[in-house]
């Protein structure tokens, strides 16, 4: 079965500054998909950027992109020009090709300091 | 922008009980999901529906479980006969496409449900 980790609980960051968010993935599939969600404070969880298995290149979305290391299975999300608004749980997801099941990490809380 | 909505936000009901939780999916929504959440635990998926059927399920989803598209608009996760562990957020989702992709799937704000 395929696993999600994000071994970060809480990270925080200075407004205006850039954090990392880790994201390591166990599985045996080829083809697959990542995901990260975030979730503000008692809202829904909105997708904020998504990677497809076979694309070499890392995906970027304006002030968010990850780093993509598809042989260590590791899927980071930078956050760029960090703002107040970016403070939320921030979930890791993956999904196979074939499946509709996301598999969550954990998730990492993210606080902004201004 | 549309969104997915749940409906109560919060549920008490008493071990035991039956429950049902409702959700509207995107109107050109066709995959339609349901997960939950214990408190301090992940989310964890339940199962995926399609063409008026079950796709995929987890193993969480047993025979207490069951869900249904009673018309054009609800999706509906009965839990037969409630249990203290029941206890968690339970989440809707739908996607517009079959996901065989990358397809992102849209999440509603959750309802907590609490089993006393």
């Known amino acids: 079965a395929q696993t999600v980790t994000q071994s970060q609980p809480e990270m925080s960051v200075q407004e205006a500054e850039t954090v990392t968010l880790s994201c390591t993935y166990d599985?045996?599939?080829?083809?697959?998909?990542l995901f990260w969600y975030k979730q503000p404070p008692s809202r829904q969880m909105i997708l904020v950027i998504r990677q497809e298995a076979y694309k070499q290149q890392n995906a970027t979305e304006n002030r968010f992109s990850v780093n993509f290391q598809k042989a260590a299975k590791s899927f980071s999300l930078k956050i760029s020009d960090s703002q107040l608004g970016d403070a939320a749980m921030y979930f890791c997801?993956?999904?196979?090709?074939?499946?509709?099941?996301?598999?969550f990490g954990g998730g990492t809380r993210l606080m902004v300091k201004p | 922008e549309p969104e997915v909505t749940q409906t109560p936000s919060h549920q008490v009901t008493q071990m035991g009980q039956e429950v049902i939780l409702r959700c509207v999916p995107i109107?050109?929504?066709?995959?339609f999901y349901w997960y939950r959440q214990i408190l301090g635990q992940k989310v964890e998926f339940l199962v995926s529906?399609?063409?008026?059927?079950?796709?995929?399920k987890s193993e969480i989803f047993d025979d207490q479980f069951s869900v249904e598209r009673p018309d054009g608009s609800n999706f509906t996760l009965k839990i037969r006969s409630t249990k203290l562990e029941d206890s968690a957020m339970y989440f809707c989702?739908?996607?517009?496409?079959?996901?065989?992709?990358?397809?992102?799937?849209?999440f509603g704000d959750g309802t907590r449900l609490s089993i006393l």
């Open positions: 997801a993956y999904k196979d090709n074939a499946g509709n099941m996301l598999t």
């Open positions: 989702a739908s996607s517009e496409f079959r996901t065989g992709g990358n397809q992102p799937q849209h």
């Open positions: 529906f399609y063409n008026n059927e079950i796709s995929e």
């Open positions: 109107s050109n929504h066709l995959y």
């Open positions: 599985t045996s599939e080829s083809d697959y998909y």
